[in-house]
C-alpha cells in the first residue's frame, strides 16, 4: 500500500527563487510529490509530520562524481572484481545521500547495473545519472599507463574503470553509440591534461575537432549532449564551439571564452574542493613536485573562475570530484564556493541547475507537484547560513530520497 506523508509547520525554500515560503504543507505519496498548499487533506492514513520551524529544502544534487573510485589507488579500483567494485560503490552512494545529496551524476565509471540497484532498492542512495566511461586519447587523462608500460589498452571492461581509451573518428563513433546503448545519459570526453594522470601536462589540447565534432553529433543524435573535462581557456573554447554542453572544471577559464559559453547554453561544473584536498593531503599521499605543480596550477585560479562565469551569465552546477579518502571533504565545496557566490547561488546550484544538466528539471531539485521526493529537513535557514549544508549532514533532521526516509532525527 502506497504511503502518504504531510509535512507541515515549517518554512519551503524556494530554490530558484532564493525564498522561504511559509504557510504551506508539502504532501509525498509513494515517490512523488503530490499536493503542496495550505491546510492540505489529511487522508485517514497519512503520516504528519510536524517540522517545527525548520526549513523543508530539495535534496541536494552533485554533477560531478566518480562513485566507482572509492580509493585513490586507481589501479586498485581497476583490478578489483567489478562485483567488490560494486559494493563499495554502494558505500560510497550511500556516504554521499547521508549528506543530503540525493542524485548524482557520476562522470565516468557508474554503469546501467548501479542505476538499476538504486531504482530497485538494492541500494539506499542518491539516483544515479551516468555517461558509462569516460572517453580518453591514447595518453590523455583516463590513460593511466606510465610512459614504459606498453600493453594495449586498459581494463575498460571492469566497473572500477573511469576511462576508455580510443581514438580517431569512427571509432570515437562506435563508442559514443556503445556508451547511450548501455544506458549513458550523456556523453564524457576528456579534453585537456589532468591532474592525476601520468604522461599529460595540464595545457595539453586532447581529440581533434573532428573527433569531438563525432562526439558531439552522436550524443546530439540521440537527444543527449557531451560533458567535457576542461581546464584552460584554449580548451574550453575549443569545446564550446564544437557543441560541447557541459564544462567541467573550467579553472582557467577567461571571460570572453565564459560569455561565449552562455550565449551558447553551456552549463559549467567547477570542483574547487579537489583540488583544496589534493592540497591538504598531497604530502601524506606521496605526491612528487610535478603533481604539485598541477594541482597549483588550477587550485590558484579556482575562485577567480566563479567570479567570471557569474559575471558572464554562465551558469554553475555543484560539483566535487572528490575520490577515495578524500570524500570526507565533500561539504567543504560548499565553503569554498561562499568565498564568492551567495548561498541562494549556491544553493541553485546544487538544485535547479543541477537538475536542469542531469536532464530533470522539474523532476529532482524542486519542491513541486509531481517532482520527485527527495528532501531535507534543515535545523536552520541555509539562504542565511550555507554551512547548515556542511558537515556531513549533522544539520539535516531527516532525509528523504525519492520518498523513502532514510534519516530521521525530528
Known amino acids: 500500500m502506497t504511503k502518504t506523508i504531510i509535512f507541515t509547520g515549517g518554512h519551503i525554500l524556494d530554490a530558484e527563487a532564493g525564498q522561504l515560503r511559509d504557510d504551506l504543507e508539502v504532501q509525498v505519496t509513494g515517490s512523488r510529490i503530490t499536493a503542496i498548499g495550505a491546510a492540505l487533506p489529511r487522508p485517514a492514513d497519512a503520516e504528519i509530520i510536524d517540522l517545527a520551524g525548520k526549513t523543508l529544502m530539495p535534496g541536494l544534487i552533485d554533477c560531478h562524481v566518480h562513485v566507482v573510485a572509492e580509493t585513490l589507488d586507481l589501479w586498485g579500483n581497476m583490478i578489483a572484481p567489478s562485483s567488490l567494485s560494486a559494493l563499495r560503490s554502494a558505500r560510497v552512494m550511500n556516504d554521499a545521500l547521508m549528506r543530503g545529496f540525493t542524485t548524482l551524476r557520476d562522470l565516468g565509471g557508474a554503469d546501467y547495473g548501479l542505476v538499476l540497484a538504486v531504482e530497485e532498492g538494492l541500494v539506499d542512495g542518491p539516483r544515479l545519472v551516468i555517461c558509462g566511461k569516460g572517453l580518453t586519447t591514447t595518453g590523455g587523462h583516463a590513460d593511466l599507463r606510465k610512459r614504459t608500460d606498453d600493453r594495449p589498452g586498459i581494463l575498460s571492461d571492469r566497473l572500477g574503470s573511469m576511462g576508455l581509451i580510443v581514438d580517431g573518428v569512427d571509432n570515437v563513433r562506435t563508442a559514443c553509440r556503445t556508451m547511450i546503448k548501455e544506458g549513458a545519459n550523456f556523453i564524457k570526453v576528456m579534453a585537456n591534461g589532468g591532474v592525476s594522470s601520468p604522461n599529460d601536462p595540464i595545457h595539453s589540447i586532447q581529440y581533434s575537432r573532428e573527433e569531438i565534432a563525432a562526439m558531439v553529433e552522436e550524443a546530439d543524435n540521440a537527444g543527449l549532449y557531451v560533458s567535457a573535462h576542461v581546464y584552460t581557456d584554449k580548451a574550453i573554447r575549443r569545446c564550446v564551439e564544437l557543441g560541447v554542453h557541459s564544462l567541467e572544471h573550467c579553472n582557467l577559464i577567461e571571460p570572453e571564452t565564459a560569455k561565449l559559453a552562455a550565449e551558447k547554453g553551456c552549463i559549467a561544473v567547477p570542483t574547487l574542493v579537489a583540488y583544496d584536498a589534493l592540497a591538504i593531503e598531497g604530502e601524506a599521499l606521496g605526491l612528487g613536485a610535478t603533481e604539485f605543480s598541477k594541482i597549483e596550477t588550477v587550485r590558484s585560479g579556482g575562485l577567480r573562475s566563479l567570479e567570471i562565469m557569474r ?100
Open 311 to 410: 559575471d558572464a551569465g554562465l551558469p554553475m552546477a555543484f560539483g566535487s570530484d572528490l575520490l577515495g579518502q578524500l570524500r570526507k571533504y565533500h561539504c567543504m565545496e560548499f565553503e569554498l564556493l561562499a568565498k564568492v557566490l551567495s548561498p541562494a547561488e549556491i544553493i541553485r546550484s546544487a538544485t535547479t541547475i543541477g537538475a536542469r544538466l542531469c536532464q530533470l528539471e522539474g523532476l529532482a531539485g524542486t519542491i513541486a507537484e509531481n517532482a520527485y521526493a527527495d528532501l531535507l529537513v534543515i535545523d536552520g535557514n541555509p539562504l542565511e547560513d550555507i554551512t547548515l549544508l556542511q558537515d556531513d549532514g549533522a544539520h539535516m533532521s531527516l532525509i528523504m530520497a525519492n520518498g523513502k526516509v532514510v534519516k530521521h532525527a525530528l
